[in-house]
């Protein structure tokens, strides 16, 4: 789902032709745990690595979550960059951005790429909505180096937004508690209300009285974090999680508790960053190595 204007394909593919050529056999169209039980990978191979991420996405389940036009941003971005690799968007076969107003639920990398997504689309208006408070401009005491800097960022996305419309797209401390349709099924507006960080009744924040309001809305875009990886290869193979619901595995070592069994990348460690994945597929790689052959040269 990574858009092409932050990621050609072109050099994936370049990585897909030369590992091909050093004799790495890619089968496609299969889906491990419908097409092929989990368990035959086991019982066919010395070694099997599960890099299979963390794809199960946060839901927003209130009045109106049916509704058409309310998708998660993986649909939203998966659709897009297939059909622009398949047919430059002229297939039809995404969900389409233009003349709509659009709201991205939620930040972090993904509600980025919506943005952006949506502004080449051609959307009629984009916001974004976040029930954290602002982050500060700096960091704070409470968040030293060499902690990863919780301050408040600009990306591409959002500098795009403001050379489009103006401004900054991010609305902080809103609640969204229902969606409305047409007599279509379709969406049309989202009802937010402010929040105050106060623990009230439970909860770490509360809902501020009179603040409610209505926005017009034809796409909402889900972008509200991951609840870890799917459950089908996981669950089939019975293996152990940790208390995020990741696959558990020893730090450095990669091993479950099949002997045959590695995990890496965001299945172990949960939703991060591409340069993890390339740091844990080579670590990865070297335990299966040392498991194999009994000792590695692999760094």
């Not at 050609?8 to 370049?14: N, T």
């Not at 959307?123 to 029930?131: A, M, T, V, W, Y």
């Not at 501020?208 to 459950?231: R, T």
């Not at 152990?240 to 479950?256: F, I």
Request: overall charge negative; proline content about 6%; aromatic content about 8%.
């Amino acid at each position: 789902g990574i858009p092409n204007m932050k990621l050609d394909k072109e050099y994936v593919q370049r990585r897909i032709d030369l590992m091909t050529e050093e004799g790495v056999k890619f089968v496609l169209n299969t889906e491990i745990g419908t097409d092929i039980p989990a368990r035959k990978l086991v019982d066919d191979f010395d070694a099997v690595v599960l890099a299979i991420g963390a794809l199960k996405p946060r839901d927003l389940p209130i009045e109106g979550r049916e509704l058409n036009g309310v998708c998660q941003a993986i649909e939203f971005l998966h659709a897009n960059t297939k059909s622009l690799l398949d047919s430059n968007l002229e297939d039809g076969n995404y969900i389409t951005a233009k003349d709509k107003n659009v709201i991205v639920l939620g930040q972090g990398d993904t509600g980025t790429d919506c943005l952006a997504t949506s502004i080449r689309h051609g959307c009629k208006s984009l916001n974004q909505f976040d029930i954290i408070p602002e982050p500060p401009v700096d960091r704070t005491p409470a968040n030293p180096w060499p902690q990863m800097p919780r301050i408040l960022k600009v990306d591409y996305g959002h500098e795009e937004r403001d050379a489009k419309f103006g401004g900054d797209p991010r609305t902080y401390q809103l609640s969204t508690f229902k969606f409305v349709g047409d007599d279509n099924g379709n969406v049309k507006e989202l009802h937010t209300r402010e929040v105050e960080w106060v623990p009230t009744d439970g909860k770490p924040f509360r809902e501020v009285e009179g603040s409610e309001k209505v926005w017009p809305a034809d796409l909402v875009l889900l972008s509200m974090g991951w609840l870890g990886p799917e459950d089908t290869i996981l669950e089939q193979l019975d293996l152990e999680r940790d208390e995020r619901s990741n696959a558990k595995a020893e730090l450095e070592k990669y091993t479950t508790k099949h002997e045959k069994v590695f995990v890496a990348g965001d299945v172990r460690r949960g939703m991060s960053l591409v340069v993890w994945a390339f740091g844990e597929g080579r670590g990865a790689a070297r335990e299966v190595d040392r498991y194999l052959m009994g000792s590695t040269l692999l760094p």
